[in-house]
């Protein structure tokens, strides 16, 4: 049995290490949440692959997301508001800008519709939506509040 710094109990991960990419098992400090890597604590450096710190970072961006989102709730939260004001802003902008001007106003909101349409049809058509998928659907909501302000303004 190991322990971690905070002398608790670590459990063993199978799993490529986002921190070095090395194959072997990796330790998870149940209590500190923390990834420890068994390469790192006295193997060989012939056994690990040669990869640069470039390849390392990317290869590991998909683990760091979703620890990023998994160690905090409220981030998820917070991007899907901040995807949803963007979404807002963003349509404010082309409604504006296409209203005030008269020209390709039509082309504007056909592409816009386009747009919902397929957001829609590929949130709705996957099995389980992950993060891209929901901040993505987050910023259409947020293209369809402000069209429907604008709408109020308008009438």
């Known amino acids: 049995m190991r ?3 905070n002398r608790t109990r670590i459990r063993l991960v199978s799993a490529e290490c986002p921190f070095c ?3 072997w098992a990796l330790s998870f400090c149940l209590i500190c949440r923390k990834l420890l890597c068994n390469a790192r604590q006295g193997s060989s450096e012939g056994s690990t692959p040669l990869r640069t710190r470039l390849t390392v970072k990317l290869t590991s961006v998909p683990y760091r997301l979703d620890m990023y989102f998994t160690n905090n709730p409220w981030r998820k939260v917070m991007w899907s508001a901040t995807a949803f004001s963007s979404g807002y802003y963003s349509a ?4 504006l800008s296409f209203g005030a001007l008269a020209i390709n106003d039509v082309i504007a909101a056909a592409t816009t519709v386009a747009f919902c349409e397929v957001v829609s049809k590929a949130y709705w058509s996957a099995s389980s939506p ?3 998928l929901a901040f993505l659907n987050f910023f ?4 369809i509040a402000a069209l429907i302000a604008d709408a109020f303004k308008l009438s």
Do not use: I, Y
């Open 3 to 5: 322990l971690c710094q």
């Open 21 to 23: 990419c090395c194959s």
């Open 92 to 95: 404010n902008t082309v409604s």
């Open 130 to 132: 992950g993060l891209a």
């Open 140 to 143: 259409k909501l947020g293209v």
